[in-house]
């Protein structure tokens, strides 16, 4: 992520700036109090359904009820729209046997078997049938031994040099699992091997693992113990090749999940604004800030616009999407099944995902790639750089620098931008840690995660509306004594009100600028680019939060 002062005006095409007496008017509706009405009622659910709204559970239904509901008293003809999560599972026990130098035969596991020492390697999720004998093992680059910890190996495409035909041995370590898969499979491998990096007692035990490499993975993957891993790279590292026997089972069953559309009745339908967020939660939590905080300001930009004071040019198309969190199943399944004609109709995607963070930092998409080098260059175009350069238009009439982050795959404007769909958003960060000069600039704590009660149950309303989260919550000062703890949470009073204040403000302005600018992007693209992720028969997987080390 690049720290930047927000740059020029954006306007361009469009008619609409920070001025605007529209614009203004509109910013100004949606306030904290309001958004807190939601943010509330979400709340209540979780606390009524074990404290979670995640995508199976019935917190999430009465989520998406509260939302449809609500949408209609405003005037709205919400519709409830079905998307395809399908269920993996494995039609029988995997098989990992080592034939040579030393016939062995390795403990299968499943998600039960999680970092414990009753199995040797579990399959990651969503793996396919895969079926080898007598395969070679090529250990990647970046291999730690002894592990020391801090271990890079088969984070970069370079590590994989020589691994084509050839089962990939990797080491667990600073970069998610999912690239080590996704990169082994690019490079020409017939299987992953990840096994954990045994640098400390914590470190040792196989991993279930829930995620999927894009686009959907054509080989499959095992996470192992150290041990049996530390085997296999020894025998290699004694030329002595090492085989194995190694099969993979996965299948996988259509399954089909709710999420919610809704648009303005006025509006060009030739030009659509698309505001979306996700309304799910993890399992571990109630999800108010993650992403309640996105949830209920789009619905309280659409009860605003619902009451009629606003002609705006373009129709907005406002979504809340399911299963996020499972990997951007809802949004990338629509988008990915969106019709030519239709996606063609559709101008832009504003993406809200986590706008009260306690700890925050004031981030915009780096839409062209231009101020960051952490980004996707195959979803980055000029004029996604344009949706980027209305956050800053606003927040540099606000006086408010911001910091760039790039398209790395980790929220719903990933399926759109896949499409061609100029895309944006904001964010007031999750698990990264704040830099001192961050701290100079937003307040808060260096050295705490931007909103430490991520992925978390005390990512609820009582932290959302005071800032003040329990010393338990993993980013509070990690590591830290009780005391940096308290200090740190001194810091952050009221830091996620704060940041919803001025997060809100900059998403309203945006879904404005869009739907009341005539050409918004100077002169009308002639069609979006082709999607890049064939459907393939009914089963579709996501890209998801890459957060998984």
């Known amino acids: 992520m690049a720290l930047v002062p927000a740059t020029a005006s954006a ?39 074990d404290d979670t709204r995640e995508v199976f559970s019935p917190g999430y239904q009465e989520s998406l009820d509260y939302v449809v509901e609500t949408l209609r008293e405003a005037g709205y003809r919400p519709q409830v729209s079905q998307f395809n999560y399908p269920i993996w599972e494995e039609a029988q026990p995997p098989v990992l046997n080592q034939v040579t130098p030393t016939p062995k035969v390795y403990v299968p596991g499943d998600a039960e078997d999680n970092d414990l020492p009753s199995a040797d390697f579990i399959t990651m999720a969503n793996s396919p049938t895969t079926v080898l004998t007598n395969a070679p093992v090529f250990p990647v680059g970046g291999i730690l031994d002894p592990p020391t910890g801090g271990s890079v190996s088969g984070c970069a495409a370079a590590d994989y040099a020589g691994v084509s035909g050839k089962i990939a041995l990797v080491q667990r370590g600073t970069c998610p699992f999912v690239d080590k898969w996704q990169l082994a499979q690019a490079a020409g491998a017939t299987g992953v091997i990840i096994y954990n990096e ?44 090492p085989r194995v026997d190694f099969k993979v089972y996965g299948t996988f069953t259509p399954r089909w999940l709710p999420q919610v559309i809704a648009e303005t009745r006025t509006g060009d339908p030739n030009h659509v604004v698309i505001a979306g967020g996700h309304l799910d939660s993890v399992p571990e939590g109630p999800g108010i800030n993650d992403d309640g905080s996105g949830t209920s300001t789009l619905l309280t930009m659409a009860q605003a616009i619902a009451e009629g004071r606003y002609n705006l040019r373009n129709k907005v198309r406002f979504m809340w999407f399911g299963a996020e969190e499972n990997g951007l199943i809802g949004s990338s399944y629509y988008a990915e099944t969106l019709s030519q004609k239709e996606a063609d ?52 009439a606000q006086g408010q620098p911001v910091v760039k982050g790039g398209f790395d795959g ?11 769909i100029p895309s944006g958003g904001i964010y007031a ?101 082709p999607p890049k992720w064939p459907h393939r028969g009914g089963r579709w997987h996501g890209h998801g939060k890459r957060v998984g080390r």
């Open 410 to 420: 980790r929220s719903d404007y990933v399926g759109f931008t896949l499409r061609g």
């Open 345 to 396: 109709k559709v101008d832009v995607m504003l993406d809200y995902d986590m706008l009260a963070s306690a700890n925050y930092i004031r981030g915009v998409y780096d839409g062209d790639g231009d101020d960051t080098e952490d980004g996707d260059p195959a979803t980055e175009s000029p004029d996604s750089g344009k949706v980027e350069q209305v956050f800053d238009d606003w927040f540099r």
């Open 11 to 49: 306007n361009g095409g469009g008619s609409v700036s920070p001025r605007d007496p529209g614009a203004k008017r509109f910013v100004g509706e949606i306030t904290v109090p309001k958004i807190g009405e939601h943010l509330t009622a979400l709340q209540r659910i979780a606390t009524l359904n």
């Open 429 to 529: 960060g999750a698990e990264g840690v704040k830099t001192a000069e961050e701290e100079q600039i937003f307040g808060g704590a260096a050295g705490s995660w931007y909103d430490p009660c991520y992925h978390q149950i005390c990512d609820n309303l009582s932290t959302v509306f005071t800032g003040v989260m329990p010393l338990s919550a993993e980013g509070l000062a990690p590591g830290g004594t009780d005391a940096d703890k308290r200090a740190a949470r001194r810091k952050m009073v009221k830091g996620a009100t704060k940041s919803l204040r001025e997060m809100s403000a900059a998403a309203a302005y945006a879904v404005y600028y869009f739907a009341d600018s005539k050409d918004a992007f100077g002169t009308k693209p002639g069609g979006h680019k």
């Open 198 to 241: 045994g640098n400390t007692p914590a470190r040792q035990n196989p991993l279930f693992v829930d995620n999927q490499p894009e686009p959907d993975a054509t080989i499959a993957a095992v996470i192992t113990s150290y041990t049996l891993g530390n085997e296999l790279l020894q025998a290699y590292k004694q030329g002595k090749n």
